[in-house]
């Protein structure tokens, strides 16, 4: 199955692996470089850029140069900061450390908000407890308050932290809050597409930019996914064979091997 991949998304990845690094603005052009290494027309970046522009993702700035550009919003930054703990690293949570309750009751007159924060809340992580009550790991609720305040959904939401105390035991009722095959079955893509790129890497001595570049923007673009979808449950409320820790594998030797060779394509004058 191939891998889709938007721009815009790829414009977010490209921000969050590179675009910190830089004192000021990438500029549109840059930009148009580095994501035609991918496979992304200029237009395709234009369009895109002013649609994260348009969601106040991204700032219209000058270059020291003088060329237009473009820097991340505050917002932005405490998004791709948020993200960088679930992306490098993360470990499965402790059972021991409980759960964040999201409780929320929205009007009927503003229903098309109950959508957003059920979609917001699926892709922080939370899975389904009961109507109108979502549950995740407790490690959570910071980047969770931080998400709700900034699209102005907290008015709507209670927070509470706690453990779960029955009456079915917690890894039968985890089954049920979550999707747990369809997230496995997420797992299992990426390591289908993205370990045969580690493999081959391995079996290289050299590391291109350009080519370090590319294959680790992909790999990262895919895998800032799973773990908003992948809650990163205790290892003992997980079915046999979880997958998910080979593919944070792969993914890790990916941003070992890639990450700092790619770094160069990017100081790369256009």
């Known amino acids: 199955m191939a891998e889709q991949h938007t721009p815009r998304s790829l414009i977010v990845t490209l921000y969050g692996a590179y675009g910190r690094e830089t004192a000021g603005p990438l500029a549109v052009a840059e ?22 522009k348009r969601r106040g993702l991204l700032v219209p700035e000058r270059t020291e140069q003088g060329a237009a550009g473009y820097s991340l919003s505050a917002d932005a930054r405490q998004l791709l900061d948020d993200g960088d703990r679930r992306i490098y690293g993360q470990h499965p949570a402790k059972l021991a450390d409980g759960w964040v309750l999201a409780v929320f009751s929205v009007p009927e007159a503003e229903r098309h908000k109950r959508h957003l924060l059920r979609s917001r809340l699926g892709r922080l992580g939370f899975g389904t407890a009961a109507p109108g009550v979502w549950i995740a790991p407790a490690r959570f609720h910071e980047e969770t308050r931080h998400t709700l305040r900034r699209l102005q959904l907290d008015p709507y939401v209670d ?87 080979r593919a944070a594998a792969v993914f890790t030797g990916l941003h070992a091997r890639l990450r700092d060779a790619g770094a160069e394509f990017t100081r790369t004058a256009a």
């Open 31 to 52: 930009l148009i470089r580095l994501l035609a290494a991918v496979g992304v027309d200029a237009p395709s970046v234009r369009s895109s850029v002013s649609r994260l």
């Open 159 to 245: 927070l509470f932290r706690g453990e779960h105390l029955g009456f079915a035991p917690t890894a039968e009722a985890a089954a049920r809050w979550w999707d747990l095959a369809g997230i496995a079955k997420q797992h299992e893509e990426f390591l289908d597409v993205h370990g045969p790129v580690l493999r081959s890497w391995e079996a290289r001595t050299d590391t291109p930019p350009e080519a370090a570049y590319r294959d680790y923007l992909l790999a990262l673009d895919s895998w800032r996914r799973l773990p908003y979808a992948d809650p990163g449950l205790p290892e003992e409320l997980l079915p046999d064979g979880w997958p998910g820790a």
